[in-house]
């Protein structure tokens, strides 16, 4: 399944985890000109997510799971808000500006909106529907290791909303499987409006949920991003595992 803006990679896999990268693609269509921004700019992590991508795609391989990913630069639109977050559409992000989306018209926005979030929320809704035994959705990002000329030194971020179930199975469960400095809701949380997939999709759909966000230096090469797939799939299905256990247990307590 796909459209023009949205794809999904493995329709038939057996994993009862669906994989989401909303940031997986820097293309920008040639009507919009490059919103103005050099080849350099489009390549850089404000245009899309570096790295996120491949990992999906192995993560998706080694637990054959379903992907769905969108494939338009996160600049014409970010799939992770809802259209009347103000950062849906950034006129600058992080010390760029993006003259493609100043001063843009109610009507515009609402046309962005239209071209790029609701086929790539349509495709996830349907996805789920036609994957009546997915039962957790983890969405896959990556972020840069200095921010506004900040080092970061958190190497996974493991987040979520209102719904801990996987998170805390995941955080339970990493020193045994990565060696990486990973933190709760870091570098992003919540209050940063990065939840929506997770809240629209999963907790509003009873599913388990979280979303995972590797510093992207740490995925500079095939083969780190390889090693790290592996470390991540066999986390993630023992969290998963934990989690559908203990959601048994209580079921038969009652």
Known sequence: MQNDVAAVVRPNGSSKVLLVCEHASN????????LGLDEETLHSHIAFDPGAWDLSIKLSVLMDATLVHSSASRLLY????????????????????VPGNKNLSKQQKQERARLFY???KQLLTDTLKQRSAVTAIVTIHSFTPIYNGQQRAVELGVLHDSDTRLADQILNLASSHLTLDTQRNQPYGPEDGVTHTLKLHGINNGLLNVMLEVRN?????????????????????????????SSAALGDAS
């Open 27 to 34: 293309s920008i269509p040639e009507q919009f000109n490059q």
């Open 78 to 97: 970010d799939c992770n808000r809802p259209p009347e977050a103000t950062d849906a559409i950034p006129e600058r992000s992080e010390i760029f500006d």
């Open 118 to 120: 609701e086929p790539f």
């Open 217 to 245: 230096d740490l995925l500079s090469t095939d083969t780190q991003r390889s090693v790290l797939a592996k470390e991540l799939s066999e986390l993630l299905t023992r969290a998963y595992s934990a989690c559908t256990a």
